[in-house]
């Protein structure tokens, strides 16, 4: 039997196939060009935001590497920025930088396959089982 995650977001956390809605950070979003890493072309966009922190005002700037050629999409960062700007290739990798502080943050995802093997829904399967039998008591 195959399940299906809920379309649905947890706080501000996304869900497989939920979406939030994408707000232009001071409507900086810019088309960069192309890049090929690894024998992947990616679609490059550059954006930045601002916002207050205790030592004043701070920027962040935003890269997002979209990747149309991905053929296990199940899992995107941010479909709405995809929808909007990428059409619906997902992100597949994004480097955020501080200047202030010179910090560099880089995340990727690496797509494998959009399906739980058999082994992998039994365990599921069982973690769902112990979790209806043994509630978290308050």
Not at 47 to 70: E, H, I, P, Q, R
Not at 88 to 108: A, F, T, V
Request: proline content about 5%.
């Amino acid at each position: 039997m195959r399940k299906i995650l809920p379309d649905q977001r947890y706080g501000k956390i996304w869900a497989f196939y939920g979406e939030m809605p994408f707000e232009d950070p001071d409507s900086t979003v810019r088309k960069m060009p192309d890049t090929i890493i690894n024998n992947i072309t990616y679609q490059r966009f550059s954006m930045y935001s601002t916002y207050k922190n205790d030592s004043g005002v701070d920027y962040k700037y935003t890269f997002v590497y979209l990747n149309c050629n991905a053929t296990n999409k199940m899992f995107q960062s941010d479909k709405a920025f995809s929808k909007k700007y990428g059409n619906g290739c997902p992100i597949q990798r994004e480097d955020n930088y501080w200047p202030k502080n010179k910090m560099l943050m880089s995340g990727d995802f690496e797509f494998h396959r959009n399906t739980l093997t058999l082994q992998e829904m039994k365990i599921f399967d069982t973690w769902e089982k112990y979790a209806r039998e043994n509630p978290v008591k308050e």
